[in-house]
């Protein structure tokens, strides 16, 4: 099953679950008996006596009810105290549980990272299992209570019969340790596995995708890297290349000018740079002499 599926489920079975429970609170009959008419009387009389954790009626056959409201808490019998109180526990641990289970579940968006929602989903499924035990305790301790009066040969007050409330209870505790169980498995495999790098067999089809979108974005990013790499080197070599080759055809321009306007003008000036070291030196050479003959 899909782990989101197995979610949304235990979500609807938590949520029925604490409806059943909240519901028996209010309900009526909890305990019921019955007691016939006379025998042999041309009328039949029919009286129900039944209770609930708040009060005890009695209906008589002109179906006129007469309730008596059970006094201050202190004073109540001690197992609907310890009903009353387990109930309302298992009550506030599942609103507890729906807060965490909304935010740990995959298909909302808040709860924190992937991990931090698995043990938020987790603690809200464990709160669940407490919250169904708490209330399907307190149905059995009413039930056991109610069932050894009634096969209690020495007992001699009016015997009852289980009533409704008790077992849509038991109905709703049971679909609360369900959808707490469902969210504990969702998840539970992950936690316990240690931290190591991830499959292609460990992921589920999201997160296959999310990698594999993530695999694209890098091969993109090095791929315009790379690109951009070789077309930097390239314009460099490139310039290069050219400032090379320019400066090159530029002595060479030079040198061919040189030679062409020698050999066209040979008296200019540019003919005579390289000869008029010769005769510099002989001039020197000569002046040198006279003065040696005049001292």
């Known amino acids: 099953m899909n782990i989101r599926v197995m979610q949304i489920f235990g ?49 008589g056959s002109t179906a006129i009810t007469n309730c008596i409201d059970f006094p201050i ?4 019998e001690d197992h609907i105290q310890v009903v009353r109180g387990l109930l309302m526990g298992g009550l506030s641990m599942g609103i507890l549980a729906f807060m965490l289970s909304f935010m740990g579940m995959e298909c909302t968006y808040i709860g924190g990272q992937e991990r931090q929602k698995k043990r938020i989903l ?32 020495l007992f001699e007050g009016l015997k009852f019969d289980l009533g409704t409330p008790l077992f849509l209870g038991w109905v709703g505790s049971m679909l609360e340790i369900t959808g707490g169980t469902f969210h504990c498995v969702s998840v539970c495999k992950r936690l316990c596995q240690k931290s190591q790098p991830k499959t292609t067999t460990d992921l589920i ?17 090095c791929s315009k890297s790379e690109l951009s790499f070789k077309s930097k080197t390239s314009l460099k070599s490139e310039i290069s290349f050219k400032s090379v080759a320019s400066s090159s055809k530029a002595k060479v321009a030079l ?3 040189f030679t ?11 003919s005579c740079v390289p000869q008029l070291s010769v005769p510099t030196r002989a001039s020197g050479a000569v002046n040198q002499q006279s003065k040696k003959s005049y001292v």
Request: hydrophobic share 45%.
């Open 73 to 76: 808490f202190w004073s109540v």
């Open 260 to 270: 062409t306007m020698s050999q066209l003008n040979p008296n200019s000036e540019l």
């Open 255 to 257: 040198v061919s000018d």
């Open 11 to 59: 979500f609807l079975f938590n949520v029925l679950g604490w409806i059943f429970v909240a519901c028996t609170m209010a309900m009526e009959f909890w305990k019921i008996s019955s007691i016939g008419g006379q025998g042999g009387s041309s009328v039949m009389k029919v009286a129900w006596y039944w209770a609930s954790l708040w009060k005890s009626c009695y209906t």
């Open 205 to 221: 089809p999201e997160e296959l995708e999310i990698e594999e979108v993530k695999l694209n974005e890098k091969s993109r990013s």
């Open 122 to 153: 987790f603690s809200g499924g464990f709160f669940h299992i407490i919250s169904g035990m708490l209330s399907f305790t307190g149905y059995v301790f009413y039930a056991n209570h109610v069932s050894v009066e009634y096969f209690n040969p």
